[in-house]
């Protein structure tokens, strides 16, 4: 009997699975899934993300049994571990998604490479982490990746979407197959997780997603930026760690709805910054277009920033919600971005490494590209667009529900008057702080500076 592997790295799934889906056909299959301790040693894997992680990895663990099988745990080097089950087990393929990032890539040539010495074949599959795969469109004047959103959203709008695929059944596992211990988050890694941060898996995203259309996708197009609303999906741990199949969701959602293309708008936001990320790999830490920037270095500025003390409410409200949930809204992003790098003209890696910190979605491609289109040093097409945060919360927030909500010392101040709380209170507040920065001033001399 042949016997395959699938090895599951960034798609903790059974439903619409192109590497699982592979690997049974005909076969015994090892489903595996490798505690990569590089990846632990470094700071990527943060106590949300462990937290999140490990209940994704029950939670897969159970669907595999309920289709005969179960997850195949090891700890150590993802490359070594694997070469390591395909001896034992004289595995003669092994199926992988296909990532993006530098690491994955490294990982997939090494893969490539020491499995070719034990004959065993290592098979890349598209499109499971993203819609489309990050190579598969590219713009007809000869380069590698569109650096415009417009023109790839108008390709990708036009591809033709793979079916999703079912579920597997009958998994068949080698003779005497066993897995080390399901990893807690405290096997993951340091640290305690936010209070608030949304649990793991397969399972709770298929809740979500039901819940979340049956309720909320007809309004996406008209509520998506209301901070105080339940209008966003919260989908993005889900699609981070591959627990919901991007794919699916496209063939979830009815084009010809206002809601629901908006929604697919998001998803095709989500394949244009890793296609970026595949064609430049150092886009993780480089900027994609250099403005000459000069940087501030102000560590009682990034400090404030950092723990929503900066006298913004609107900013310092999403600061509070990222360290309570392990996630902000979009909205809420784009505002705290544009106060660290334009308002206060700090390095936009400083706010990535922060945002990477905390995050449960936190997602090299997403996180680090978003921030670069906010700082004007990556594909948006108006490098020096300044969010005012009084009027972005005046219009997104303009009852101030959100922030009362995350900073409950202005919650007697009513309405709109809490966006501005020195304009009613010039002596202070207590428990809440003045200014750090005049946003007005600040605002200009940036665009002083950018346009030199």
């Avoid at 108008?154 to 399901?182: C, T």
């Avoid at 996630?327 to 334009?342: D, E, G, Y």
């Avoid at 900073?407 to 304009?423: K, S, T, V």
Wanted: aromatic share 8%; charged share 25%; with cysteine.
């Amino acid at each position: 009997m042949t016997v395959t592997m699938a090895l599951f790295t960034r798609d903790l799934r059974v439903h619409d699975n192109p590497a699982l889906a592979a690997a049974v056909q005909n076969a015994e299959v090892l489903p595996v899934f490798v505690v990569d301790e590089t990846i632990c040693a470094t700071d990527y894997l943060n106590p949300n993300k462990a937290d999140f992680l490990a209940t994704a990895l029950a939670d897969l663990d159970e669907g595999l049994r309920r289709a005969g099988g179960q997850l195949i745990v090891r700890h150590g080097d993802t490359v070594g571990e694997v070469c390591r089950l395909v001896r034992q087990y004289s595995v003669d393929e092994v199926h992988i998604a296909e990532d993006v990032s530098a690491y994955s890539r490294r990982r997939e040539d090494r893969l490539r490479t020491q499995l070719a010495e034990s004959d065993c074949r290592l098979h890349v599959h598209a499109g499971s982490i993203t819609v489309a795969a990050p190579g598969r469109l590219t713009p007809s004047g000869g380069s590698d990746h569109f650096a415009v959103f417009t023109p790839y959203h108008r390709r990708w709008s036009r591809l033709p979407v793979r079916a999703p695929l079912p579920v597997p059944k009958g998994i068949r596992l080698p003779h005497g197959a066993g897995s080390e211990p399901i990893p807690a988050a405290t096997d993951l890694g340091a640290g305690s997780p936010s209070p608030e941060v949304a649990p793991g898996g397969e399972s709770a995203g298929r809740h979500l997603v039901r819940d979340w259309f049956g309720a909320h996708i007809g309004a996406y197009a008209d509520r998506h930026d209301d901070l105080a609303s339940v209008a966003t999906s919260r989908f993005s741990p889900y699609l981070h760690f591959g627990c919901l199949s991007a794919t699916e969701l496209v063939h979830r959602s009815d084009p010809s709805a206002p809601g629901a293309a908006a929604f697919v708008r998001q998803l095709a936001w989500r394949d244009f910054h890793h296609q970026m990320l595949a064609a430049r790999p150092e886009l993780t830490h480089s900027d994609y277009r250099n403005r000459n920037d000069r940087w501030h270095e102000d560590t009682a500025s990034l400090t404030a920033w950092r723990a929503g003390q900066t006298g913004y409410p609107i900013v310092d409200a999403g600061m509070r919600q990222l360290a309570a949930q392990g996630w902000m809204h979009n909205r809420a992003r784009m505002i705290t971005a544009s106060f660290l790098t334009k308002t206060l003209y700090l390095d936009w890696r400083r706010g990535a490494k922060h945002f990477l910190a905390l995050l449960a979605d936190g997602d090299m491609a997403n996180n680090q590209l978003n921030w670069q289109w906010v700082a004007g040093t990556g594909a948006d097409t108006r490098p020096n667009r300044v969010l005012n945060p009084i009027r972005q919360a005046e219009r997104y927030d303009p009852s101030g529900a959100y922030v009362r909500r995350w900073i409950p010392e202005l919650a007697h101040l009513r309405g709109r008057d809490i966006h501005q709380p020195w304009r009613w209170h010039t002596d202070g507040i207590d428990g809440y702080p003045a200014r750090i920065v005049d946003h007005e001033q600040a605002a200009r001399d940036f665009l002083r500076v950018r346009r030199g």
